[in-house]
């Protein structure tokens, strides 16, 4: 059975569906944080036109902070496998790198960003705008963000987040808010 997440924002609503058979360890941890509202308040922090739309930094409930796009899920923290058992996020909050779906970063694709490093990964994705190849873990470039889910209504939403007038560090001079994310099957 499908696993999709739904993100009522500001400019409107998107749904995602996980690529839970390719990717089950990091759909389970962001679906995870979608179920204990992490999300939920988080504003888009970084919004780059003809690249992706980045969010998931427990800082940037406060849009103005300059720590926005520096942190990550609980230190320590734990989340249930979709095979049933418990895995537990690093001293950083942070999860395993995933590279088993050879998913490319096409538009609209969700994929998980980082630092550069391994397993630096843990709250903040970022939904591509165009076709960053680039990005995939397969292609042997220096980058390296598995592709774990797919928009799949409210492109339009994410078209609109993407036009929004940004500042310094590419954040949107207007808040793109997450009001709330939720999970489903259907």
Do not use: W
């Amino acid at each position: 059975m499908p696993i999709y997440a739904t993100f009522e924002t500001t400019m409107g609503t998107f749904k995602v569906q996980f690529y839970d058979k390719e990717m089950p360890y990091t759909t389970a941890a962001i679906s995870n944080l979608v179920e204990t509202k992490f999300y939920d308040g988080l504003t888009f922090h970084r919004v780059i036109k003809g690249f992706m739309c980045q969010f998931g930094c427990p800082y940037s409930k406060d849009p103005t902070s300059r720590r926005a796009g520096t942190g990550g899920p609980p230190p320590n923290s734990s989340f249930k496998g979709l095979d049933g058992k418990t895995y537990q996020r690093d001293s950083g909050g942070n999860i395993q790198d995933e590279h088993k779906g050879k998913i490319s970063n096409k538009p609209y694709t969700l994929s998980m960003a980082n630092t550069g490093a391994p397993n630096s990964g843990g709250s903040q994705f970022f939904i591509n705008t165009a076709h960053n190849s680039f990005l995939d873990y397969f292609t042997g470039g220096q980058s390296k963000h598995p592709v774990f889910g797919v928009v799949v209504e409210g492109k339009d939403v994410i078209d609109k987040i993407e036009g929004t007038p940004t500042g310094q560090g590419d954040k949107p001079r207007t808040p793109v808010v997450v009001k709330s994310a939720t999970i489903s099957t259907k």
